[in-house]
């Protein structure tokens, strides 16, 4: 298990995070049940999904009237399950909580940090690559890189978001009341959601989340089966549904699971990782316009940069990635160039300690969720202290992680159409406290991800606005204390991010959830 540490330069805002940066923290948080803030969003049935045309694409057939024999016996089975629970079945309710939204993105974070091991050369110098129709040999996959990474959080979001738009929805048309309502002798182990039972949004999440990422990282499916399985059967040992609830509901999470992996099927991602010729001339084509490029500095150099073609995969919520692209950065050897080394080689002479705890914590390289994992631990942690209802959290989780993987399809088409070398390129004898990243440099990851979702959380929960945007601020510049960025890089890389979450928050302010 991998522990997060705590940046110190912003005002903690979360009752987990106040501690000192020298700290650790779990990344398998202790989330606590609550009782839903305000109201359950009982209008969140007509509000817009992001890939289903409508909130009855998937048709769930109404259940059995609370009167009837049939749904008098799952009550009498519901009762003897829960007066016969095991201490581990009662911990596995507290585990998954009335909000398994929270856990599913837990378990997407820590697989991206499994997952996130760059492949090691060959003998001869060559790199092999993962394949996803042979995944379990070696390299596995996936190589769950940034943008990697952040694509899986996004498919997983907007999936959840879209089977809980459309679990909502059937609730309240079918209305059927949670079983403490229709037997006052069952007393759940969760609080109760004052929502109807029917479809199980519990089931609708484990099914959904399940599915969408079996698909994502193949060679976990044994281990999400167990979670699915546990997740569903929490719900029964809360006392919150009865079978026919979770089987409703794990209905129509496969369903929308089978719609958003349509759509990932044809995004482009499966051609980011592009052959060497193609590399190679997207290289030389910087080199004839520009007069530099990139080149790798591994040894011995990896003949490719990581997927120079994920800037032309399909973006969520941004018409035209060329039309934010950023303006071109400066020439090596031109005044504003020689300013921001000269600052690189100030910050690496007296670097503090405070900046190198800084560049540190948001180093966020091999075998971590990477940066976009960082802001979904963030939103997370927002969600709980905000006691948000599950289609709400969802639709937090979606929009950031829309905005988030839109940002790094617009970063990645600037980093390959411009190809600027990295500061350890550039500038002889410069040395980085970090691994610096195989792509190239302009403009900066930390930053065009981390604004774009400070953006988008600050729109959600605008009295941490500050805070939000404080961390985006300390991420960017940790890459500059780090050694691995320009300051124009991370400048620009921070009104890129800006761009995106301005298309992505036009599709949610419309969307009837606000």
């Known amino acids: 298990m991998k522990n997060l540490k705590i940046p110190f ?260 991602m499966g051609a980011a990782q592009t052959p060497k010729p193609i590399s190679d001339s997207l290289k030389q084509l910087a080199f004839n316009t520009f007069g530099w490029s990139w080149t790798n500095q591994e040894i011995p150099p990896r003949p490719v940069g990581i997927t120079p073609y994920f800037g032309k995969v399909k973006t969520w919520a941004v018409s035209n990635i060329e039309a934010i692209r950023p303006p071109v950065p400066p020439k090596p050897g031109s005044a504003e160039f020689n300013a921001a080394a000269d600052e690189l080689r100030k910050i690496s002479d007296d670097l503090t300690t405070e900046q190198r705890k800084i560049a540190n914590w948001w180093a966020d390289g091999l075998g971590t969720d990477t940066p976009p994992g960082h802001w979904n631990r963030f939103a997370c942690d927002q969600i709980s202290s905000a006691k948000l209802s599950p289609v709400r959290s969802a639709r937090v989780l979606a929009y950031m992680n829309m905005a988030i993987q839109d940002a790094g399809i617009a970063c990645w088409d600037a980093k390959y159409f411009y190809h600027y070398p990295r500061p350890i390129q550039t500038m002889p004898g410069f040395k980085t406290i970090l691994g610096t990243p195989s792509f190239p440099s302009y403009v900066s990851g930390h930053s065009t991800f981390s604004s774009a979702a400070a953006e988008v959380l600050s729109h959600f929960f605008p009295s941490q606005a500050v805070t939000f945007n404080a961390y985006a601020l300390e991420a960017s510049n940790s890459r500059i204390f780090a050694g691995i960025h320009y300051r124009f890089d991370c400048v620009a890389g921070l009104d890129l991010g800006k761009k995106v979450a301005e298309a992505t928050l036009a599709i949610a302010k419309v969307d009837g959830g606000e």
């Open 9 to 268: 330069l912003v005002t903690i805002f979360f009752m987990s995070f106040l501690i000192s940066c020298d700290e650790d923290i779990p990344q398998n948080v202790a989330f606590e049940a609550y009782t839903f803030a305000a109201n359950p969003d009982i209008n969140a049935g007509d509000w817009k999904a992001i890939l289903l045309t409508s909130n009855e694409q998937i048709a769930i057939a109404a259940p059995n009237d609370v009167t009837s024999a049939e749904y008098k016996a799952e009550l009498t089975n519901l009762k003897n399950t829960i007066s016969n629970l095991s201490g581990d079945q009662k911990n596995i309710v507290q585990y998954w909580t009335n909000n398994p939204i929270l856990r599913w993105n837990e378990i997407s974070r820590e697989l991206s940090a499994k997952y996130n091991l760059a492949p090691a050369p060959n003998a001869d110098g060559s790199y092999p690559a993962p394949n996803a129709a042979t995944p379990d040999k070696y390299p596995l996959f996936p190589f769950a890189h940034p943008p990697y990474s952040c694509r899986a959080f996004a498919y997983l979001a907007v999936a959840q978001f879209d089977a809980l738009i459309s679990c909502w929805h059937y609730k309240f048309k079918y209305n059927r009341t949670e079983p403490v309502l229709n037997d006052g002798s069952i007393t759940p182990l969760l609080p109760n959601a004052n929502i109807p039972s029917y479809p199980s949004d519990g089931a609708t999440i484990a099914s959904v989340s399940q599915a969408m990422l079996t698909a994502l990282f193949p060679l976990e499916k044994e281990y999400l089966i167990k979670k699915g399985d546990e997740c569903r059967s929490a719900f029964i040992w809360a006392g919150l549904n009865v079978q026919s609830d979770i089987d409703a509901g794990k209905l129509l999470g496969e369903e929308v699971a089978k719609v958003a992996l349509a759509r990932a099927k044809t995004d482009g």
